[in-house]
């Protein structure tokens, strides 16, 4: 998906930020690729993929962050730079929500933060690794992204990393908020698992929100500049979408990582299921098309 040149901004009001390490260094934590995570976080995949990206040892400890906030963008810096790239879907994805949610739920939208770390960083929800990819933390109403996850979507996973990939796995965690704030995360029960359980149910909707955001994104018109930050996605790029969605489903992460496919474990959903839900919000544009709590067979 290509911003328009005229696209520009920061983010948000508190901008999209790179949390380091801290200046002590990062007190050993636990090791290995795990994550120290002390509450729920909403993850991308359902697996860990501390084999897939190597190193990440230790949490944040206790040495204070340093944050850098990373400014502003135009769109023709996001055509090409990642970083860029980052800061201005996050702008496009509160521009989207914050008329979609008033709109179609009644409700008022509370734009969410996005950091960017490597290795580790600490959360409101406990340190986290690299390990556990891409992720939601509700407490802090934050998305975290190692931004060395999209090389591996591409060597580990088998999706292309593209831009439409990239975006789609943002959008995916801006849905986990949305989800936040519809209450539906809350009454959700994350202790089942399986292709029908509650758990995959909200990892299917948060798709769908990213498919509402496609849908949107080329229409909904930046405040600043009354035009839209995106043009329309071409049928390529929807494809690019749709091999990230197919690339993080539980059926090919397991298949991908030798072990056999158990439908029972599943948390996120099938590679198929990933994608249908993707296209429903995608084609459809509305909440209401992505309530997949409502329909038996998902
Ligand atoms: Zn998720």
């Known amino acids: 998906m290509t911003f328009r040149d005229s696209a520009s901004g920061s983010g948000g009001s508190e901008g999209v930020r790179r949390r380091g390490r801290g200046r002590g260094g990062a007190a050993a934590a636990g090791g290995g690729g795990l994550a120290v995570v002390a509450l729920v976080i909403y993850l991308l995949t359902g697996q860990d993929l501390g084999g897939l990206m190597g190193g990440g040892g230790g949490g944040g400890g206790a040495a204070p962050a340093e944050e850098e906030t990373l400014g502003d963008c135009t769109g023709a810096d996001a055509n090409t ?5 980052m800061v201005l879907t996050w702008g496009s994805l509160h521009d989207v929500w914050a008329v979609t949610l008033p709109e179609q739920a009644d409700l008022e939208h509370r734009n969410p933060e996005f950091i960017l770390f490597q290795d580790s960083v600490g959360t409101g929800c406990g340190n986290a690794t690299s390990a556990v990819g891409p992720f939601y933390c509700p407490p802090d109403e934050s998305a975290y992204i190692d931004t060395g996850f999209f090389d591996q979507l591409e060597t580990q996973l088998g ?41 995959v149910r909200l990892e299917l909707q948060a798709d769908c929100y990213a498919g509402i955001w496609v849908n949107h994104a080329s229409t909904v018109p930046q405040e600043e500049t009354g035009e839209p930050m995106l043009v329309e996605p071409t049928t390529e790029e929807i494809q690019d979408a749709l091999d990230a969605a197919s690339a993080v489903g539980d059926d090919r992460i397991q298949s991908g990582a030798g072990q056999e496919v158990n439908p029972e474990t599943w948390t996120h959903g099938s590679s198929e299921q990933r994608m249908h839900w993707f296209t429903v919000g995608y084609e459809g544009g509305t909440m209401q098309d992505c309530d997949t709590f409502a329909v038996g067979q998902i």
């Open 81 to 85: 730079d990642v970083d860029c790239r």
């Open 159 to 199: 999706a292309e990393n593209a831009p439409l990939a990239q975006m789609y796995i943002l959008a995916h965690e801006y849905g986990h908020h949305v989800q936040n704030e519809t209450g539906v995360m809350a009454t959700a029960n994350r202790t089942d698992t399986g292709p029908q359980s509650d758990g």
